[in-house]
């Protein structure tokens, strides 16, 4: 089809534009390796094939805002199909081939249809950007965003939308002249459609449009594809590498070398951070799906997840030759990317990380700025200090005395490991339910229910200490290597069948965690144990007849996967179980993880506690359950403000409550 000049001009464009094409990838491509080393390749076949399972179904993106991601859906799979369609078009341009009819009818039907749902889907999804703008597409006024972004990703999404456009309508256009040259195909609907518009033109017309649409649809390649490796468009393909090597539980921090004396800690400028952090900047789709999720954000705090990777990636666009040399950035993350309130601001709930559609994990790019803050610079919030001293001093961040902590169990009949040394279950039970008054009922709750069983079972008592969760979230890993160096002894020596917890903070760190220092054990929340006890009929109940709510605590559910156990047994009691409209996977906070509970609340339009009370209330439930001290507490708090509050009781006082003899 094309003339010899033009075979000639377009090899001429397509070296030139694969030269800048390939200088920018490349300096992408190194400006990632600058991140410190990570290992993420274990299992690799298994992660390609869990990768390509969501890339093909797109079912991380169908997580949220459906219509959204059909018109995503649309221009994706259209794209795909563009691979093999710009092949054939370019063979047809350069070469005596017709790819029509025989054969090819199939692939004639199946690009005219993806043609016409791609244009659906971009215009879709820029009328919703430019004319809608709902938004998902705006920060509030104290979220901390690096000074190219806010016109930045409009002109951006502006020239990657224009692009798809105008390749595809080219391509449409080109087809179109061609069949008003040679008349109708019905594997061609679309195009033929459109053909019968151009019918009047002259021969010589329509071989020019035939012609000046196919360099519209493949010339625009050869034009984009410079821009490609700094347009948001690269997470076409960063987005699948990203799935491919995110972790199966980001919230399962890796220990620090912390013997390394001119070791830096945690993460101040873009190179502290690992290549995966860097890998999610240029992955990000910029959807702010994370920072719809987020409760800092929801409830008008400083924090937003997506400003923190966009504000990332627009830093790197802007240094990149000299980054991806090996120069020093310059200029710190709390310069560009965070501040002090959005620092610390974050719960760790994971909801950022769950609801990515293409696996990025800002939660994680928080803590390593806080490690970096708290190890390198000794700077936090006042209030933590009080925390930390607890922990370092007493084993627990109330700070009272360890000969205190069985002290919650007087009257009771608690075995304690020096009286049963090889128990078949150790209830580790926690600090909020050693020391904290309204806590501690859950653990005589948990001693009726384990005497009520039959189980062999004890507790550390004394010589049990915080897992360090907090000191972990806050930044201070010198504190929980202590605490977990010292816990895992004491277990190690103990050597427990099963660990029983009623805290899902300490069955985090205690399943997940701390394998890292030498202690592999077997960890289950008391929700898993009480519903075993159930189904096993080791204890029975009387049933209640009150409405209940169940409030899905982050690191039960999104870190850990566990959402019907506590349903089970809410059921098990006879309960009526009303669910919230966000639950199990899209659950909201409470408020008190990542060491919120030990410091006050950043200033924000309602406390994060609040919000989610005011929605656990509408169900009209007589009961809010928990399954976490923690979340009971902060529900308690808006609770005593609250003249016509529902109860609040843990699984465990719920079934005791019933247990019959």
């Given at each position: 089809m094309l003339t010899l000049p033009e075979k000639i001009l377009f090899l001429l464009l397509a070296a030139a534009s694969l030269y800048y094409a390939y200088t920018g990838f490349r300096r992408v491509y190194l400006a990632i390796r600058r991140g410190r080393p990570e290992d993420r390749f274990d299992r690799l076949p298994e992660r390609v094939g869990r990768a390509l399972w969501a890339v093909l179904t797109q079912e991380t993106v169908f997580k949220r805002r459906p219509l959204v991601s059909l018109l995503?859906?649309?221009?994706?799979?259209?794209f795909v199909y563009y691979l093999l369609v710009n092949l054939v078009d370019l063979l047809e341009g350069y070469f005596p081939?017709?790819?029509?009819?025989g054969l090819w009818n199939p692939y004639n039907l199946l690009a005219d249809f993806l043609t016409a749902l791609i244009l659906v889907g971009i215009l879709g999804l820029m009328l919703r950007r430019y004319w809608v703008a709902p938004k998902d597409f705006t920060w509030n006024p104290k979220v901390p965003l690096h000074e190219g972004v806010r016109q930045g990703i409009p002109k951006d999404s502006a020239i990657v939308g224009a692009f798809i456009t105008f390749h595809v309508g080219s391509r449409l256009l080109s087809k179109a002249a061609g069949l008003a040259q040679e008349g109708p195909d019905p594997f061609q609907p679309v195009a033929s459609a459109l053909a019968q518009a151009l019918a009047g033109l002259s021969p010589s017309a329509l071989v020019f449009i035939e012609h000046l649409f196919w360099w519209g649809a493949l010339g625009s390649i050869l034009l984009f594809l410079p821009y490609f490796p700094r347009s948001k468009h690269i997470h076409l393909f960063m987005a699948p590498l990203n799935l491919t090597f995110r972790k199966e539980k980001p919230g399962a921090l890796l220990p620090l070398d912390l013997e390394k004396e001119e070791e830096k800690f945690g993460a101040e400028k873009l190179e502290d951070l690992s290549w995966k952090r860097l890998l999610d900047a240029y992955a990000c789709i910029m959807c702010n799906r994370c920072q719809e999720a987020c409760p800092a954000y929801t409830t008008g705090k400083a924090l937003s997840p997506a400003a923190i990777l966009i504000s990332e990636r627009y830093e790197l666009n802007g240094i990149l030759k000299d980054f991806a040399a090996g120069k020093e950035s310059p200029r710190p993350l709390m310069d560009f990317a965070l501040n002090e309130e959005a620092l610390w601001a974050c719960t760790t709930c994971m909801a950022c990380v769950e609801v990515c559609p293409v696996g990025n994990e800002p939660m994680l790019h928080i803590l390593d700025v806080r490690r970096a803050k708290v190890l390198m610079e000794g700077e936090f919030p006042q209030e933590l200090n009080n925390a930390f001293r607890g922990m370092e001093r007493s084993g627990n961040p109330w700070g009272i005395g360890q000969d205190k902590r069985l002290d919650w169990a007087e009257g009771?009949?608690?075995p304690t490991?020096?009286?049963k040394p090889n128990p078949e279950v150790l209830y580790w039970v926690g600090c909020a339910p050693s020391y904290d008054p309204r806590a501690q009922k859950i653990a005589r709750s948990m001693v009726e229910i384990l005497n009520a069983s039959g189980v062999d079972w004890a507790v550390l008592g004394r010589r049990e200490k915080c897992t360090g969760d907090a000191a972990r979230r806050a930044g201070n890993e010198y504190l929980f290597f202590q605490l977990a160096t010292e816990n895992v002894e004491t277990l190690n020596q103990v050597a427990p069948k099963t660990i029983v917890t009623t805290c899902p903070h300490c069955f985090h760190t205690l399943a997940n965690e701390y394998k890292d220092f030498g202690g592999q054990y077997r960890v289950v929340h008391h929700s898993e144990f009480i519903a075993e006890l159930l189904r096993s009929g080791r204890i029975k109940v009387?049933?209640?007849?009150r409405k209940v709510v169940f409030h899905d605590p982050c690191y039960l559910g999104r870190h850990n996967g566990v959402y019907e156990a506590p349903r089970e047994v809410l059921k098990g009691v006879g309960l009526a179980l009303a669910e919230p409209p966000r639950s199990r996977e899209r659950s909201f906070c409470c408020g008190a993880g990542g060491a919120q509970?030990?410091?006050?609340?950043?200033?924000?339009a309602m406390r994060v506690?609040?919000?989610?009370?005011l929605e656990l209330k509408a169900t009209g439930a007589e009961v809010i359950a928990t399954g976490c001290p923690f979340c009971m507490a902060m529900m308690n708090v808006e609770t005593a403000q609250d003249e016509k509050a529902p109860e609040v009781l843990d699984l465990a006082e719920l079934v005791a409550k019933g247990l019959k003899a």
């Open positions: 995503h859906a649309f221009v994706f799979y259209g081939l017709h790819a029509q009819g009771l009949s608690v490991v020096e009286e009387s049933e209640e007849t509970f030990w410091k006050e609340e950043e200033p924000g506690s609040q919000n989610r009370y």
